[in-house]
């Protein structure tokens, strides 16, 4: 009997790694930028995702060049929501976050007392029930701070919003 509790706890880890939201991904980014303002981008965790399946879509920021770590920020998402239906909230290990879902559009805020040192400011999960509708997921953001409480939002406001691209594997 002592071979059962080992493979419930094998079962365990496997279970685990599993069901972590962490996007897929093959693709690096640079720590940081070369020029003056942080980027961020969107990801999504599955570049060809099938009717009925679900994706996490993370927004992530790259820091400028010597620039401190994100520490808060705010914005909007939004969606088709007659293509994508909003699952939940994933997971990440820095910060906290607040997100007001509304079909078509999530509010999201977000703060790190030592900044979001991994790029990743929040991740949301949708299901999918047309592929059209990943082309119109849009961030805009209205605020992102740095740890110093330094304004890290790009000069032009053009910049301000950013569309989902699939990134290659």
Request: aromatic fraction near 6%; proline fraction near 5%.
């Amino acid at each position: 009997m002592r071979i059962l509790p080992r493979l419930i706890a094998i079962g365990f880890v496997v279970v685990d790694l599993g069901c972590q939201d962490e996007p897929r991904g093959l693709t690096t980014t640079p720590s940081e930028t070369d020029g003056s303002s942080s980027v961020v981008y969107l990801k999504v965790s599955d570049e060809a995702p099938g009717v009925g399946s679900t994706i996490t879509v993370t927004a992530n920021v790259v820091r400028a060049r010597g620039a401190q770590a994100v520490g808060s920020f705010a914005g909007h998402l939004r969606y088709d929501s007659g293509g994508l239906s909003f699952a939940g909230e994933s997971k990440l290990p820095t910060g906290m976050r607040a997100l007001n879902p509304q079909p078509g559009h999530i509010r999201v805020a977000g703060a790190a007392a030592d900044g979001f040192r991994d790029g990743r400011l929040f991740a949301v999960t949708f299901k999918v029930n047309d592929l059209r509708a990943l082309a119109t997921i849009e961030l805009t953001l209205d605020e992102l701070n740095g740890t110093g409480f330094g304004n890290r939002l790009p000069a032009n406001p053009d910049e301000h919003t950013v569309h989902l691209r699939f990134t290659r594997r």
